[in-house]
């Protein structure tokens, strides 16, 4: 928790934006960045030979670079110096329904990468209106919401799957559902968290069949409550990510 504040208290003080690069290691000594970033650089930075630039590969690596050649296809950065910061103790996943509206999954990918979330797995259910979900574009959006909110491990995003295949090899330590169905249930906030590995399983707009809570508690999932009020599936989705987000504070 140290490490990364101060990670991102020294890239907020010296330059206020994150790059990534995918394919950067340890052991590279230099990255050339490509004509679009580096006309955004550039032009829309203002930034000069010898200025610093931060880079992630999304692996938990910040890299510190300085620019060292300028021209119009490309920039040309020389590492001086990465560091690596460990994974999150608490590895929090929320399997999430596709949305009718593809805006608002869109809108919980970036905002639950910018509250921290590990990982989303897509679900296709008995009740799912929508049955397709476009990965590259969430890839994208999810990438936006990294950089801006200085994370430096990406977020995995898994295809659509079946409900029945997802809770049958769903490898959780922890395992919750959330659903309105009048039943006994803890509220997320108040359930004990036995090991690191946290999913949370968030219904389509119609909620979950009688017949999917009965597979997933089978499965080994315990229906929760995430409160009084009845969510829309992103806003649901959100209010999980942040719940557990809590765990990974250290105060």
Partial sequence: FQFRNICKSKI????????????????DSKVIINREESKHIIKVLRKKVGDIIFITNGKGILFTTKIK??????????IIDSKHEAKSKYQVNIAVAPTKNNDRIEWFVEKSTEIG???????????????????????????SA???????????????????EFTRNCKSDNKFIAHCKESEKLFLNNC???S???????G??????????????????????????????ETAAIAATQILSTYNIDI
């Fill in 117 to 143: 979330i590990n990982s989303i797995s897509t679900v296709l259910c008995e009740k799912s209106e929508r049955k397709k979900v476009k990965v590259e574009r969430l890839e994208k959006i999810k990438i």
């Fill in 12 to 27: 907020k003080n010296l330059i206020m934006r994150l790059f990534y690069n995918m394919d950067l290691s340890k052991d």
């Fill in 196 to 202: 690191k590995t946290i999913t949370v399983l968030i």
């Fill in 146 to 164: 990294m950089k801006q909110s200085l994370q430096l491990h990406k977020p995995i995003i898994e295809e659509l799957v079946s409900f029945e």
């Fill in 192 to 194: 004990k968290i036995k």
């Fill in 69 to 78: 050649v300028i021209n119009k296809n490309n920039t040309e950065l020389k």
């Fill in 204 to 233: 389509p707009e119609g909620g979950f069949s009688d017949n999917e809570i009965d597979i997933a508690e089978k499965n080994g999932f315990i229906s929760v409550s995430l409160g009084n009020n009845r969510l829309r599936t």
